[in-house]
């Protein structure tokens, strides 16, 4: 089939992906949420229509479809981990629009299946990649925070508040993201969870060791008492001490990590140069299998100088 008729038919359906993936991503409500409300308001089933259109029809469909598969845990995990507001189906739909246009724009345009190929992949990484700057970035702000959270803790207990009320008092006070974590751990906590379910499931949306600290002190002081504000107050000095070192650490080893980064990504980047000035040249490194064998030596040798190299600056505090 020649490629004038395979481009419109994916241009067709890339189309089609993205907007199945907004009408979802754009639906303010799941037709299942809105039956349970309706039961709880004691309005009439019959008069109850499913609202969201057909989008959220087929969303839900495919939430349901795709949760049965092993990677819809771990895949909502890290959603949750990044603050977005998708469903993994809503994810999954995106992820494939993202991939078929980097495809078809690279086809269309430059007319050379290579590159397409290549853009497509990119297009498939993009979104994930995106998703762990965004988990890390979040992390990284919730633990500079962390130590001040924590001081706020324990001069909240000191003043005669409960543990929820201070936490109350976190979600009110303090800036995102852990005013947004702490007002969900209390919603939680108001729904019925217990203290040790909220908590965790926070540690799950924000995987991070301090946080760990401060909810096992918490649980420990739960369960044999003890003096919860004095706790607080010398897993906070820790906490801030680690990160002033974590800092200074993170300065002095900025020259290693960015030579990693050149040095790991300077071969791609004269090969994909070398590409558009000459590719035959290139493209005989493909034609033969001593060129394949010699494109997986590339990639095991750059991966493990890389790999070596942030291992030698990771320094545990």
Same mark, same amino acid.
């Not at 993936?21 to 409300?37: E, I, K, Q």
């Not at 420990?220 to 906490?239: C, D, W, Y």
């Not at 980047?269 to 035959?280: C, E, M, S, W």
């Given at each position: 089939?020649? !490629?004038?008729?395979?481009?419109? &038919?994916?241009?067709?359906?890339?189309?089609?992906?993205?907007?199945?993936?907004? !009408?979802?991503?754009?639906?303010?409500?799941?037709?299942? *949420?809105?039956?349970?409300?309706?039961?709880?308001?004691?309005?009439?089933? @019959?008069? /109850?229509?499913?609202?969201?259109?057909?989008? *959220?029809? +087929?969303?839900?469909?495919?939430?349901?479809?795709?949760?049965?598969?092993?990677? /819809?845990?771990?895949?909502?995990?890290?959603? !949750?981990?990044?603050?977005?507001?998708?469903?993994?189906?809503?994810?999954?739909?995106?992820?494939?629009?993202?991939?078929?246009?980097?495809?078809?724009?690279?086809? +269309?345009?430059?007319?050379?299946?290579?590159?397409?190929?290549? =853009?497509?992949? /990119? @297009?498939?990484?993009?979104?994930?990649?995106?998703?762990?700057?965004?988990?890390?970035?979040?992390?990284?702000?919730?633990?500079?925070?962390?130590?001040?959270?924590?001081?706020?803790?324990?001069?909240?207990?000191?003043?005669?508040?409960?543990?929820?009320?201070?936490?109350?008092?976190?979600?009110?006070?303090?800036?995102?993201? *852990?005013?947004?974590?702490?007002?969900?751990?209390?919603? #939680?906590?108001?729904?019925?969870?217990?203290?040790?379910?909220? $908590?965790?499931?926070?540690?799950?949306?924000?995987?991070?060791?301090?946080?760990?600290? $401060? &909810?096992?002190?918490?649980? +420990?002081?739960? #369960?044999?008492?003890?003096?919860?504000?004095?706790?607080?107050?010398?897993?906070?000095?820790?906490?801030? #001490?680690?990160?002033?070192?974590?800092?200074?650490?993170? +300065?002095?080893? =900025?020259?290693?990590?960015?030579?990693?980064?050149?040095?790991?990504?300077?071969?791609?980047?004269?090969?994909?140069?070398?590409?558009?000035?000459?590719?035959?040249? &290139?493209?005989?490194?493909?034609? #033969?299998?001593?060129?394949?064998? $010699?494109?997986?030596?590339?990639?095991?040798? &750059?991966?493990?100088?890389?790999?070596?190299?942030?291992?030698?600056?990771?320094?545990?505090?």
């Amino acid at each position: 089939m020649p !490629a004038s008729v395979i481009a419109p &038919i994916l241009v067709g359906l890339g189309v089609l992906f993205i907007f199945i993936g907004l !009408a979802g991503a754009l639906s303010g409500r799941d037709p299942r *949420v809105s039956s349970r409300l309706d039961q709880y308001a004691g309005r009439d089933d @019959g008069l /109850a229509s499913p609202s969201g259109g057909q989008g *959220v029809q +087929v969303t839900t469909s495919l939430n349901q479809m795709i949760g049965r598969a092993k990677f /819809a845990a771990n895949l909502a995990t890290q959603l !949750a981990r990044a603050d977005l507001k998708l469903t993994v189906s809503e994810f999954v739909l995106l992820n494939l629009a993202s991939t078929l246009l980097g495809f078809l724009l690279l086809l +269309v345009l430059k007319r050379d299946l290579f590159l397409a190929v290549l =853009a497509g992949v /990119a @297009g498939y990484f993009l979104p994930r990649i995106w998703i762990r700057r965004r988990q890390s970035k979040r992390i990284k702000d919730f633990n500079n925070q962390l130590g001040d959270t924590i001081t706020l803790l324990a001069n909240s207990l000191r003043s005669g508040y409960s543990l929820l009320q201070s936490m109350e008092t976190v979600a009110k006070e303090l800036a995102p993201p *852990v005013s947004t974590e702490f007002e969900r751990v209390v919603r #939680e906590i108001g729904l019925g969870l217990s203290y040790e379910q909220a $908590m965790n499931n926070m540690l799950r949306r924000v995987p991070s060791p301090d946080l760990d600290l $401060m &909810i096992t002190a918490i649980n +420990v002081q739960h #369960e044999v008492g003890g003096n919860l504000a004095e706790i607080l107050e010398t897993i906070g000095f820790t906490i801030r #001490e680690r990160i002033r070192i974590q800092g200074e650490i993170r +300065v002095l080893t =900025a020259q290693q990590t960015g030579t990693g980064i050149i040095v790991g990504l300077l071969p791609f980047a004269v090969g994909f140069i070398l590409y558009l000035i000459n590719r035959d040249y &290139i493209l005989s490194l493909f034609r #033969e299998p001593c060129g394949w064998a $010699m494109v997986a030596m590339i990639f095991i040798l &750059i991966g493990s100088g890389f790999a070596i190299i942030r291992r030698i600056i990771r320094i545990e505090v």
